[in-house]
């Protein structure tokens, strides 16, 4: 992988990264009708967070983003691990993570 690419696959994660917290966000505001402001007064009632469905819609959305980016621009998102280090544990927690 060259470092173009692999800048380009760092970019990517990131972004879709940022894209799941503001669809987790977006989805929530939604749902129950909150406003954009992230503070709250003691007196007000918590949020209740369907996980299942946050999860799912995150899902969703990025899987037509990572479907664009293919169609559009010929990139597939990925995720890199680097390792600093000879530490067996470590390396081996890595490798456990590829196979899941």
Not at 1 to 18: G, I, N, P, Q, R
Not at 29 to 55: M, N, V, Y
Request: no cysteine.
């Amino acid at each position: 992988m060259t470092e173009h690419s692999f800048s380009k696959t760092l970019l990517l994660s990131a972004l879709s990264f940022v894209l799941s917290a503001t669809a987790a966000i977006a989805f929530q505001q939604q749902r129950f009708g909150r406003s954009s402001s992230t503070t709250r007064h003691a007196s007000s009632s918590p949020i209740i967070i369907d996980g299942k469905a946050t999860a799912a819609t995150i899902r969703m959305e990025l899987k037509q983003e990572i479907e664009s980016l293919q169609q559009n621009h010929g990139v597939v998102p990925g995720l890199a691990v680097v390792l600093v280090g000879n530490r067996v544990d470590s390396a081996t927690y890595v490798r456990m993570k590829k196979k899941a």
